[in-house]
């Protein structure tokens, strides 16, 4: 089962604007991480953040992390049509000792040129 | 570096029959994971492998099993394949190793699409 939610499920935006996408877990976690997967090719990583960070910056994109609320949003600034894409949140379990990745459903991002 | 390769990238199978799929991690990786992608189910985890040795197992039947060389290759297998099966396969690499601070960052195959008829 999937360790948490994302939201939303599709977002439809214009070139230039700015996407925030929201995910939440259920348990303690030690990372959050986000991929991006362009129409059913491989996970490319974006961005860590450890649980005892708050906020990560990448370029255009903006992570934070609430871990009293087991929440993280991914903010993407600017967008560009290359943008368009799945995004995923992923969770590593506090106490897994190995690279187990629990991922949310996605959130499906279509940046309109 | 070359990236985490997958073949075959496209596989169709019939009811019943077992399949095998083979994982090239990036060079000095030694943890190789496995995902399973379904539009119902999304991505789920199979198992991971580090040094040869099953370190994480995900919630699937025996059917699944996989393996892991000594050059960090590895290779998943199913058994009696059902419909049910057919999804995109990934696999992912990571440096490995005694593990400070949790997961580091995986790199992702390009995957293995099956279809099981």
């Known amino acids: 089962s999937q360790q948490g939610e994302e939201d939303p499920q599709a977002l439809s935006i214009q070139e230039g604007e700015n996407a925030t996408m929201n995910c939440s877990y259920k348990?303690?976690?030690?990372?959050l991480q986000w991929y991006r997967q362009n129409s059913g090719r491989g996970l490319v990583h974006l961005i860590l953040i450890r649980s005892n960070e708050r906020e990560k910056h990448s370029g255009r994109l903006r992570v934070t992390l609430d871990t009293s609320k087991k929440s993280s949003s991914l903010l993407i600034t600017a967008s560009r049509a290359a943008d368009t894409a799945s995004y995923f949140c992923?969770?590593?379990?506090?106490?897994?000792?190995?690279?187990?990745?629990?991922f949310g459903g996605g959130t499906r991002l279509m940046v309109k040129p | 570096k070359a990236g985490v390769t997958q073949t075959p990238r496209y596989l169709i199978k019939t009811r019943g029959q077992q399949v095998t799929l083979s994982c090239s991690p990036i060079?000095?990786?030694?943890?190789v994971s496995w995902y399973q992608q379904t539009p119902g189910q999304g991505l789920q985890f199979l198992f991971e492998y580090f040094s040869e040795t099953q370190r994480n197992k995900g919630n699937f039947p025996g059917r699944f099993s996989g393996r892991q060389f000594s050059n960090s290759r590895s290779e998943m297998n199913v058994s009696t394949l059902e419909l049910g099966d057919s999804a995109l396969y990934l696999c992912a690499s990571s440096p490995g190793g005694r593990i400070l601070a949790g997961a580091n960052e995986q790199f992702f195959g390009p995957g293995t699409r099956l279809t099981v008829l």
């Open positions: 348990t303690s976690i030690n990372n």
């Open positions: 060079s000095g990786h030694r943890s």
């Open positions: 992923a969770t590593v379990y506090l106490n897994n000792a190995g690279n187990m990745l629990t």
